[in-house]
């Protein structure tokens, strides 16, 4: 298979919609059996509740994100796999994990819109914050950093100790300052947008489109489409 054949594989946002899909379905279930006909009336009238509503925009964010991915990478030796399962974690999923001559770089898609910031608190224990329209959401550096670790871990297993593993927490939609920083985690995730995740993504290395190609299999067979 070429690299233009196996340029990118998977839905991207495959699981997140089924997800919404899941929970929309029975929703609207719910209150068909609780108020009869006039549930179908109610619920259109109501909207979709949040928890409900975020798994569609979820998907919409990995959606964006895979064709910027597909637009900025074009003409590279870089591969991604979207919309991976993590076996062993129920439906927790890799949102997209690109493989290209520096290694590879799971890539976090995150749908929030407005201002992303990234800030040092503290003087004596100093500590390093991701804001989201000025709301603490720290919690999603950690969790990208545990999916990183999980691929590295999967390497370490295969004996393949000559692979560089990055995160990049990719906002789509997000509103970047002209002076925007996005090193994160001592330089091991980048906080930004997909044109500058692809950039991770493409950085310079010394593996070859074999190798390559081989990491493409020994990584989809490890993490296998979530849908």
Request: proline share 4%.
């Amino acid at each position: 298979m070429s690299n233009s054949q196996k340029r990118a594989s998977g839905d991207a946002g495959a699981s997140a919609e089924h997800e919404y899909e899941r929970r929309s379905l029975g929703r609207r279930r719910r209150v068909r059996e609780r108020y009869g006909p006039v549930g179908s009336i109610l619920t259109a009238l109501a909207g979709e509740p949040h928890n409900v509503h975020a798994w569609k925009q979820g998907a919409e964010g990995e959606a964006a994100t895979a064709k910027a991915l597909e637009r900025h990478l074009r003409r590279t030796d870089v591969v991604v796999l979207h919309d991976r399962r993590i076996p062993g974690r129920g439906r927790a999923n890799i949102d997209h994990i690109a493989i290209g001559p520096g290694g590879i770089t799971v890539i976090d898609t995150k749908s929030s819109r407005g201002q992303i910031q990234l800030r040092t608190v503290g003087v004596i224990s100093r500590r390093e914050l991701l804001l989201v329209n000025g709301r603490d959401r720290t919690s999603q550096l950690d969790a990208l950093e545990r999916q990183v670790e999980r691929v590295a871990t999967v390497l370490d297993r295969q004996r393949v100790d000559y692979v560089d593993a990055m995160g990049a927490l990719c906002y789509p939609f997000m509103r970047r300052d002209l002076l925007h920083y996005g090193r994160a985690r001592d330089g091991l995730i980048t906080v930004d947008d997909p044109r500058h995740a692809a950039k991770v993504a493409n950085r310079g290395g010394p593996l070859t489109p074999e190798d390559i190609e081989d990491l493409v299999s020994r990584i989809a067979a490890a993490f296998p489409p979530a849908v």
